[in-house]
């Protein structure tokens, strides 16, 4: 496992922007993000495979977030943009020693979990 720690987050304006960082402490094969909203569950919101760049995310988020990463400096970033009052939630980032295909979007395949980072949007 790695230690990841997250950055970026804050409270925002409907529409506004936001860039998440996550660094993780050590080499890992793909790093994400999810987010859990208040009183709902952990979704899925995008990953980023170190290794040779493949992008995941999910359907709903895909046409305003926007994944990248930095394999030299362990780093995933997450820009936000357009950002809706539901996008208010914990984004937790998240490391995994492997995976592939949907398995990249399922927590089940991360095995280190970061603290989390608040991301408010407000009206």
């Known amino acids: 496992q790695v230690t990841l720690v997250e950055s970026g987050g804050g409270v925002v304006q409907a529409g506004g922007s936001l860039r998440l960082s996550c660094k993780a402490s050590?080499?890992?094969?793909?790093m994400g993000w999810f987010r859990r909203p208040p009183g709902k569950k952990t979704e899925f919101v995008a990953a980023f495979r170190l290794t040779d760049g493949t992008t995941y995310y999910a359907d709903t988020l895909k046409s305003r977030f926007v994944i990248s990463g930095d394999s030299a400096r362990n780093t995933i970033y997450l820009q936000m943009n357009n950002l809706k009052l539901e996008d208010t939630a914990v984004y937790l980032c998240?490391?995994?020693?492997?995976?592939?295909?949907?398995?990249?979007?399922?927590?089940?395949?991360?095995?280190?979990w970061g603290q989390g980072t608040q991301v408010s949007v407000s009206s």
């Open positions: 998240t490391g995994s020693r492997y995976c592939v295909d949907d398995y990249c979007r399922e927590s089940s395949s991360f095995e280190s």
């Open positions: 050590g080499r890992t094969f793909a």
